[in-house]
């Protein structure tokens, strides 16, 4: 893309503000972050509940950002750059990326539905690249944002697209219409998802139809439910297991690990085999074999094709590698667009300062090999990527646009020269074509654990983020709670994540903590909550902020502050207003005051509280007169010593339940992990963590014979008992243990049978088809945090922070 910024101003029918040179713009940007911003970059300052990028402008200016759509022109940054001046920036960005798609004139696939829309796409990709050059959605960019900034991408080369469309409530569908503007349409599963968003699901499909309106072909799994809403103008092409009026009609059978689909089309009838047995991978399979045979493909190349299919991954991964190294593992894909999320991505969850690029032949770009190298080269200097290794007999060839690259001509050979490569402290993003195999160097490359991991998903806590911001006066800064390794959850990944979200605070308990986040690279100011006077050094020299909750922490902080000769080092006053655990009572303020009224050392940066029943409205009473009692003192502080601190109280639950209370700033803790006390507050927020190991055995045992230390389960039946390799060294607590407890395998629930083990547990199988190597769920959506809790009756903080810090932890990203 290379156009005019007044041809955009044109198309957007805004306001121009600016300097009358001619700006050409060749990148469309919404994220401020992004290290691949530049002068020949537009910006579109999107506004939403929880957050205005107008605020970013100044610090784009600075990075070299010139050209800008916006609402309106902050006063700090006017004649500083170009504005398009607009009544809504989201509309704009829409609407310039339904010109930008009025441009082409090609077939495009567009998908919608509850479940699959992904792996379809990236599936028929897949199944049509031989033939094609295709433009399709990156990753699950199926949104209001996402839709816009991937046609945005088609450019001349391209001859087909296949974009997916995603909607959570009404009045949605037409615009991403009006972006993607469909030639076949494929509505693919639909279940649950965002059902909140609509009042049933007839509603729900009338809606994802929309999408479908202008098409030539719509293909569907027929049923009554959706054919009482098609328009009968629309062509449909159907398909059925159950229906024989349907267009083709589908009968299945199983052997070993693959279907064999028998089709019967009108007159004629093939077998195909499908690599897969669960019926969401066939109706996904199904309705990529529809498009194949809409467009004419022969039975032969559909039955090649799509006997190869294989598991779709849609998430980056972030992973502990050999010598000191972070593994970010996109693994199974190599396009352009792509290529430009992971680098953000890899930008975002950077552990070490050093970054490497490991990157196959990149394929489907829709450029020449010279331009697209060019480009790739340039993505790579703009984020500042320290060595490259290039593996492909194609992208060898551009090794020289590349700085510090090293090339190999495939895999194999890559491996077998590890050794030499002198990897060690530095943040790897492992990415390449599906056929280069670099599964092979992720494992090389992983850090050796056992099977047992928690996996943490980065999108939850940014939604979870989100949902509380939105909570929030536009003025209130907000702390997240990371302590206790992040709730079990993972330290510096989330910090990172925190960082990257431009959070105000970090809090932890401990200063080894705070020390650890400083040290691995987090720049955001730390609250030590809990601090030690044997600590009070070690905080100073790692930059922490420490928590001062008593005359005696204070001297003593004092003292070594005077001996450094510290000036206005930042403090916090802790306050107890009712918890009695820790801080200054009402009787101790006049001797702080005065203590401080003489110290210039430090600067008292905040005054807080902790609420003592935020969580349980049987003791709203009590919570209204710590609220009261904490405004009084602080007040009070201020008052008397005239300063401006940031002034907070709230934890989760205040957050919801006390609004009145935010003051200038709230602390956000295990909410953000995807725990509510509130069963209607729960309903909104996602899952972050799920733990997860593998059967390591199965055995059968008879009626009488036992299992476990003790015999504490003795069979009454012929029962399958399958060993999973996590015990109570795990974090697993043996009171779940003896059939109080479940883990959940193939979507199936499985007792704990007998005592949990150090290292294991056993469970019961018999009514469950399973085998040796299968996954098993141990908490995340069933058994969720809060049902095991309820159960032990104990809080959900002791079952999320007693998990080892020997079970690996999984960041992934969708």
């Not at 007169?625 to 709230?650: S, V």
């Amino acid at each position: 893309m290379n156009i005019s910024l007044r041809n955009i101003a044109q198309i957007l029918n805004s306001k121009y503000i600016g300097t009358a040179s001619t700006s050409t713009i060749d990148t469309i940007s919404i994220d401020s972050r992004s290290l691949q911003n530049n002068e020949r970059t537009l910006f579109f300052t999107l506004v939403g509940p929880n957050n205005d990028a107008h605020i970013y402008i100044e610090e784009l200016i600075q990075k070299g950002v010139e050209n800008f759509v916006v609402t309106h022109i902050p006063d700090e940054v006017a004649g500083k750059a170009n504005f398009l001046v607009v009544k809504n920036t989201l509309d704009a960005l829409q609407q310039f990326a339904s010109y930008h798609r009025s441009l082409f004139d090609f077939p495009v696939i567009g998908l919608t539905g509850s479940n699959g829309k992904t792996i379809v796409k990236e599936w028929l990709n897949f199944l049509l690249n031989p033939d094609y050059t295709i433009i399709r959605s990156p990753k699950s960019y199926n949104s209001q944002v996402g839709v816009p900034l991937s046609v945005i991408s088609i450019n001349e080369k391209h001859n087909l697209g296949i974009f997916e469309a995603g909607i959570s409530t009404r009045n949605e569908m037409e615009k991403l219409e009006t972006i993607i503007k469909p030639t076949i349409g494929i509505l693919t599963n639909i279940g649950s998802a965002h059902d909140e968003g609509f009042a049933n699901i007839g509603e729900k499909i009338k809606e994802k139809l929309k999408l479908f309106q202008n098409a030539t072909l719509l293909i569907y799994h027929k049923n009554k439910t959706i054919d009482a809403f098609i328009n009968p103008k629309i062509k449909t092409f159907t398909w059925s297991c159950k229906d024989e009026k349907a267009d083709v009609f589908i009968t299945k059978k199983s052997i070993l690990d693959k279907t064999i689909l028998n089709i019967r089309q009108a007159n004629e009838n093939f077998e195909i085999k499908i690599p897969f047995q669960d019926d969401a991978s066939l109706e996904n399979a199904v309705s990529c074999m529809m498009v194949l045979l809409h467009l004419g493909y022969n039975h032969k190349t559909i039955e090649t094709r799509m006997e190869l299919l294989f598991p779709v991954e849609m998430r980056l991964k972030v992973k502990n590698g050999i010598n000191n190294t972070t593994l970010i593992d996109d693994s199974y894909s190599s396009d352009f667009q792509s290529l430009k999320i992971a680098l953000d991505f890899l930008e975002s969850q950077k552990q070490y300062k050093k970054k490497t690029v490991i990157l196959s032949d990149i394929f489907q770009s829709g450029l020449s090999n010279e331009e697209l190298y060019s480009k790739v080269a340039q993505l790579i200097i703009s984020n500042k990527i320290n060595r490259v290794i290039v593996i492909g007999e194609v992208i060898s060839e551009f090794k020289n646009k590349f700085i510090n690259c090293i090339y190999f001509k495939n895999t194999d050979d890559f491996i077998s020269n590890l050794d030499h490569l002198n990897i060690g402290n530095e943040t790897i993003l492992i990415k390449g074509a599906r056929h280069f195999q670099f599964e092979k160097i992720v494992a090389a490359l992983e850090e050796k654990t056992h099977e047992t991991v928690l996996e943490i998903n980065l999108n939850a806590i940014s939604h979870n983020l989100n949902f509380y911001k939105s909570k929030l006066k536009l003025t209130t800064k907000m702390m997240v709670m990371v302590k206790a390794f992040g709730y079990g959850n993972g330290g510096f990944e989330i910090a990172k994540l925190l960082e990257h979200h431009k959070v105000d605070y970090l809090g932890v308990a401990f200063a080894d903590e705070g020390i650890s986040l400083k040290n691995a690279g987090i720049n955001l100011p730390i609250m030590v909550l809990n601090p030690e006077n044997t600590s009070f050094h070690a905080i100073i020299q790692h930059h922490l902020e420490p928590e001062i909750y008593s005359l005696k922490g204070l001297n003593a902080f004092l003292k070594i502050a005077e001996q450094k000769k510290l000036n206005h080092y930042p403090i916090h006053i802790k306050l107890d207003t009712g918890m009695h655990r820790l801080g200054f009572e009402k009787e101790n303020l006049d001797e702080l005051i005065a203590i401080l009224k003489e110290n210039k050392s430090v600067l008292v940066k905040s005054i807080l509280s902790h609420m003592a029943t935020s969580d349980d409205l049987l003791h709203h009473e009590f919570a209204l007169t710590q609220i009261n009692l904490f405004k009084k003192l602080a007040d009070k502080l201020i008052t008397e010593l005239q300063i401006k601190p940031i002034c907070h109280l709230l934890n989760t639950s205040g957050i919801s339940n006390f609004p009145q209370a935010q003051f200038d700033m709230v602390r956000l803790g295990i909410g953000l992990y995807g725990i509510s006390n509130d069963r209607e507050e729960q309903k909104q927020l996602e899952n972050v963590g799920t733990l997860k190991s593998i059967i390591s055995q199965i055995r059968t045992i008879q009626s009488g014979e036992s299992v476990g230390y003790g015999r504490r389960f003795i069979a009454h039946k012929i029962t399958k008992i399958a060993t999973i390799p996590i015990g109570y060294a795990d974090g697993i607590s043996r009171h779940w243990g003896n059939e109080v407890g479940f883990v959940t395998i193939k979507n199936k629930k499985a007792a704990i049978l007998g005592s949990i083990c150090m290292d294991m547990l056993m469970v019961d199988v018999t009514d469950i088809d399973c085998k040796e190597g299968d996954h098993v769920i141990i908490f995340g959506e069933s058994p969720t945090v809060n049902f095991i809790a309820e159960k032990l009756q104990t809080i959900p903080y002791e079952i999320l922070t007693s998990i080892s810090q020997r079970v690996k932890r999984v960041f992934f990203r969708e």
